[in-house]
């Protein structure tokens, strides 16, 4: 009677699982911006956002996508059309101008997007000694 040893299969599939658990996190990037911090909670998240960020340079970002201001208009208003821009996360660094970011926000209104969430950071409070 011939059997079959799976052990060392099993071990192998271990190992690859092992390697794997470890490594994925490493494959996720990100762009480096400083987000501004506040108090305000998260709001909950019923579907995967769009999501545009500005960096610290003023180069705008649509979904890690680096896009100048007409090109990003094009790209929202066909997200739009297709029925996936219901609602936009903007991140800006916290070193960008105000005006950039009002031409970001000015530029997603005329994609004609009406809902337009700006992520931040939560404040950190340091209990004083």
């Known amino acids: ?16 699982l092992i390697i794997f658990m470890v ?4 494959m996720t990037k990100g762009l ?4 501004p911090r506040t108090t305000a909670k998260a709001l909950p998240q019923r579907q995967k ?3 545009i960020t500005i960096d610290g340079k003023g180069n705008f970002f649509l979904n890690k996508i680096k ?3 007409t090109v990003l208009v094009r790209r929202l208003k ?3 059309e297709a029925g996936r821009a219901k609602q936009v996360l903007l991140r800006a660094d916290s070193s960008v101008p105000y005006g950039t970011v009002a ?9 004609g997007i009406e ?10 409070h340091r209990k004083k000694r």
């Open 1 to 16: 009677m011939a059997e079959i040893n799976v052990t060392p299969l099993v071990d192998v599939i271990l190992v690859l």
């Open 23 to 26: 490594t994925a996190p490493m």
């Open 32 to 35: 480096d911006v400083k987000l």
């Open 49 to 51: 956002n769009i999501v």
């Open 67 to 69: 896009v100048d201001e």
């Open 78 to 80: 066909g997200l739009k």
């Open 103 to 111: 031409k970001v926000v000015a530029a997603i209104r005329k994609a």
């Open 115 to 124: 809902e337009l969430g700006l992520v931040t950071e939560p404040v950190t």
